[in-house]
């Protein structure tokens, strides 16, 4: 099966779904209530209101050494862009299955359209269609340029609404790292900002059908993100779950918030310090639930090294090795299948041959 082959209309007719999209039990343990996340209002910090802009960091950095997760409000969002972002993501996944498909994936691409990622794996697929755009700040408006590219100019507010929305993202991401770099009582408190200014983004649309059998099936299955930081709007349907305090916690979507996670790679930049956030989606028989994920990256070949006042103790302290975000990506790219030993397991394989480039 490949994603060609996937159309989850039909799949929604049958009865039962196939065994492909069955998760092992210990992956779909029920979720515990829900996961009560401090809410980060960034109003202060955008104003320049140095107490808020403390207050907030505080309550950042509580979040990010606990399980890695956080919402913020008040982010500066363009009234009603996150809508017509959401409105424009479900115009594209109701396309005819053989308009998305212009835009499939390719192998060794980033870019472009996929119904299950079967075409990386054969068993335990997510429940999902995806489309994913390499982002880097332009010019070239690298978003609405592959769009268009791969659906004419017929479609061409697709492109021009996920180019606006991934440049506010980008917007927001730098601005959280600023305030994650305070959060950290860092000296230059511009230095994860700066870090990350030259930096890459992968953007994604996530839409998830109903399913027949959701007990049996997951949306995302667990997981942290290889990358920095995630920022991700929720629709208004329950589906984005955490791993916090032993057991699965849901993080219910709130009208204006976007949910922080933290990623393996800031892990890493933080000296693990701050925790990388496990976590998963689960789907419902009922609804469709949608979702617009940005996650950052450094510049491919920048050093993963954590700032001078998070190694004091000398390179004894360090625990992880020195690494790009290109060896990390080449290596969640051959056929690994990311979960919450990736860190461990990667830096492993780094140190397994410092020749590898």
Request: charged letters at 25%.
């Amino acid at each position: 099966m490949n994603s060609s082959d996937v159309n989850f209309s039909l799949l929604q007719s049958q009865p039962n779904i196939p065994p492909e999209f069955f998760w092992p039990e210990n992956d779909l343990t029920p979720s515990e209530g829900d996961l009560n996340l401090p809410i980060i209002d960034m109003s202060g910090f955008l104003n320049g209101d140095e107490a808020e802009t403390q207050r907030a960091a505080k309550a950042v950095r509580e979040a990010c050494m606990t399980h890695g997760t956080f919402l913020v409000i008040n982010h500066g969002f363009k009234s009603g862009l996150a809508e017509k972002a959401l409105d424009i993501s479900s115009l594209f996944f109701g396309l005819p299955k053989d308009e998305k498909l212009k835009a499939y994936r390719t192998p060794g691409n980033i870019s472009g359209y996929t119904a299950g990622h079967s075409q990386r794996f054969s068993s335990n697929l997510p429940w999902s269609e995806t489309l994913t755009l390499a982002f880097k700040k332009g010019p070239p408006q690298v978003v609405e340029d592959f769009l268009t590219s791969k659906l004419g100019d017929r479609r061409q507010e697709i492109g021009q609404v996920f180019q606006e929305f991934s440049e506010t993202m980008n917007r927001l991401n730098l601005e959280l790292m600023e305030l994650l770099g305070i959060s950290m009582g860092l000296k230059d408190r511009t230095y994860f900002r700066r870090f990350f200014e030259d930096g890459n983004a992968i953007f994604r649309c996530n839409y998830y059908p109903p399913c027949k059998q959701p007990e049996k099936a997951l949306g995302v299955g667990p997981h942290n993100d290889p990358t920095a930081i995630t920022v991700l709007l929720q629709d208004d349907v329950v589906g984005l779950e955490v791993f916090a305090s032993g057991k699965w916690q849901t993080v219910r979507p709130r009208p204006g918030a976007l949910v922080v996670n933290v990623g393996d790679t800031f892990m890493a930049l933080s000296n693990g310090n701050y925790k990388s956030c496990f976590h998963r989606a689960v789907v419902n028989m009922e609804k469709v639930r949608r979702s617009l994920v940005y996650f950052s990256c450094p510049r491919e070949d920048k050093l993963i090294i954590p700032p001078p006042e998070l190694v004091e103790g000398g390179e004894t302290s360090r625990k992880y090795p020195n690494f790009t975000w290109h060896q990390l990506q080449r290596f969640t790219q051959s056929g690994y299948r990311v979960d919450n030993t990736t860190l461990e397991k990667f830096s492993s394989w780094i140190a397994s041959d410092s020749s590898k480039n």
